[in-house]
């Protein structure tokens, strides 16, 4: 059943993976006027907030296993 679910997941993924990696609104995308979001003026923000949010993540998980660590020892 997992596998099913995967294959479903991942394909519908896969079909509309053009409308999540253009950058435009949606009349702009059914014109195909979009432009790549690699290419758009947006991808540098973008980009700085993946690497915010895997810090952030980053942090949250050292301060989770520190604290493990801490209950585990009294």
Do not use: C, H
């Amino acid at each position: 059943m997992l596998l099913v679910g995967s294959v479903v997941w991942f394909g519908l993924w896969g079909l509309t993976l053009d409308r999540y990696v253009a950058f435009g609104t949606f009349d702009q995308w059914l014109a195909g006027a979009t432009e790549p979001l690699a290419k758009s003026r947006v991808s540098t923000a973008i980009n700085v907030i993946g690497v915010l949010d895997a810090l952030g993540f980053a942090v949250l998980a050292v301060l989770l296993v520190r604290s493990s660590r801490r209950i585990r020892a009294t």
